[in-house]
T-cell receptor, first 114, second 113 residues
Framework: DARVTQTPRHKVTEMGQEVTMRCQPILGHNTVFWYRQTMMQGLELLAYFRNRAPLDDSGMPKDRFSAEMPDATLATLKIQPSEPRDSAVYFC????????????FGQGTRLTVV | GDSVTQMEGPVTLSEEAFLTINCTYTATGYPSLFWYVQYPGEGLQLLLKATKADDKGSNKGFEATYRKETTSFHLEKGSVQVSDSAVYFCALSDQGGGNKLTFGTGTQLKVEL
């Protein structure tokens, strides 16, 4: 059963520390997304990759967030330095890229910055 | 730009009641429309989709019809169960958008015995 895998599932860190979240997209998918979910803002798109190239990261705070795809099986989202307002659930999703197809979501990383 | 508007929650229903969650959208071109469901502590799962006007998506007793004339994609179920309690998200993907989704704010559904 193909699925998007995210690690870690939970992360508690102190303000100022670096946080790295990882995502393994479904094999063969060529689009990858990072979303952030909070009670106040709902689901926000942070970054979007197609064939490992970043297409849209306009939703991401550039000064502290970075997203990369070192290879087709790994996407990373880093926050450095982390702040309490970054506390949220971060979802990775992947898709086959064709019109009319859907994105598949991982179970998320719940980040708490204290 | 694209946008999705869905009804505010929470929606609280008794088991076996009829469910409607309204969703309207704004998009250029001909988007694909989706309903995703999120159970507590989990990620989003696709519930159903429709890719062109008048298409009806259906799954697990849920249905939604793509209405281009009213730019709507309302979710319905004839008889809800306690296990349907979750947050429901309406979303769209533009033609050529390559799975990039624009989401509504989500509607929490609570079903009571």
């Amino acid at each position: 059963d193909a699925r998007v895998t995210q690690t870690p599932r939970h992360k508690v860190t102190e303000m100022g520390q670096e946080v790295t979240m990882r995502c393994q997209p479904i094999l063969g998918h060529n689009t990858v997304f990072w979303y952030r979910q909070t009670m106040m803002q709902g689901l926000e798109l942070l970054a979007y990759f197609r064939n490992r190239a970043p297409l849209d990261d306009s939703g991401m705070p550039k000064d502290r967030f970075s997203a990369e795809m070192p290879d087709a099986t790994l996407a990373t989202l880093k926050i450095q330095p982390s702040e309490p307002r970054d506390s949220a659930v971060y979802f990775c999703a992947s898709g086959p890229g064709q019109t009319y197809t859907e994105a598949f979501f991982g179970q998320g990383t719940r980040l708490t910055v204290v | 730009g694209d946008s999705v508007t869905q009804m505010e929650g929470p929606v609280t229903l008794s088991e076996e009641a009829f469910l409607t969650i309204n969703c309207t959208y704004t998009a250029t071109g001909y988007p694909s429309l989706f309903w995703y469901v999120q159970y507590p502590g989990e990620g989003l799962q696709l519930l159903l989709k429709a890719t062109k006007a008048d298409d009806k998506g259906s799954n697990k007793g849920f249905e939604a019809t793509y209405r281009k004339e009213t730019t709507s994609f309302h979710l319905e179920k004839g008889s809800v169960q306690v296990s349907d309690s979750a947050v429901y998200f309406c979303a769209l993907s533009d033609q050529g958008g390559g799975n990039k989704l624009t989401f509504g704010t989500g509607t929490q559904l609570k079903v009571e015995l």
